[in-house]
């Protein structure tokens, strides 16, 4: 099975532009999460997704939102973008199973940076 | 609420060196427990996992021991090589906050020969 592929890989954007980043999961995965990656914060949860609902929301601001279509493929938006959103973004998917047993497999990351 | 509390790195061994990251946790539930590996510019590997007091997770050499009484989850390998050299993630999930993972903060483990 191919993994999680997310889009695009690296992006430069300047302060108070809005961007996109797209997340395929693993064919049959049902559930997206995203994770916000930065030297400072470490791995902080943003949201999950799971059959086009947002299931659960990390402590972020409204300029973070998300969704997700029917084929699961997810989408994460960022308005009006602040310097300190330059992360690493990672999306993981998981297949359904038994709540907090789940194995999340991540992509490979879409490094943002803010300038 | 939950939280997972990773030794601080980075750890520098030698080849053969027996490898230990302390891992401890707090969590409200009933929490699943797993160690995950980042090589440089890649995404987060599922390295082993454990679901329930007592289990054990393996893989690659690497073992991990879900205890409850001390709320830990260490990962340990015997023999340590240059390959094993990367960024390690303690993670816990707890069915009362279905998928959320929560991560600690990552040890960089260095291998050199």
């Known amino acids: 099975k191919a993994g999680v592929t997310q889009t695009p890989r690296y992006l430069i954007k300047t302060r108070g532009q809005q961007v996109t980043l797209s997340c395929s999961p693993i064919s049959g995965h049902r559930s997206v999460s995203w994770y916000q990656q930065t030297p400072g914060q470490g791995l902080q949860f943003l949201f999950e997704?799971?059959?086009?609902?947002?299931?659960n929301k990390g402590n972020f601001p409204g300029r973070f939102s998300g969704r997700q279509f029917s084929n699961s493929r997810s989408e994460m938006n960022v308005s009006t973008l602040e310097l300190g959103d330059s992360a690493l973004y990672l999306c993981?998917?998981?297949?359904?199973?038994?709540?907090?047993?789940?194995?999340?497999?991540f992509g490979p990351g879409t490094r943002l940076l803010v300038l | 609420g939950n939280s997972v509390t990773q030794m601080e790195g980075p750890v520098t061994l030698s080849e053969e060196a027996f490898l230990t990251i302390n891992c401890t946790y707090t969590a409200t539930g009933y929490p699943s427990l797993f160690w995950y590996v980042q090589y440089p510019g890649e995404g987060l590997q599922l390295l082993l996992k454990?679901?329930?007091?007592?289990d054990k997770g393996s893989n690659k050499g690497f073992e991990a021991t879900y205890r409850k009484e001390t709320t830990s989850f260490h990962l340990e390998k015997g023999s340590v090589q240059v390959s094993d050299s990367a960024v390690y993630f303690c993670?816990?999930?707890?069915?009362?906050?279905?998928?959320?993972?929560?991560f600690g903060t990552g040890t960089s483990l260095t291998v050199i020969p």
């Open positions: 993981a998917s998981s297949h359904p199973g038994l709540a907090g047993q789940e194995t999340q497999y």
């Open positions: 993670a816990l999930s707890d069915q009362g906050t279905g998928n959320q993972f929560y």
């Open positions: 454990a679901t329930k007091a007592d």
């Open positions: 997704y799971f059959s086009e609902t947002q299931r």
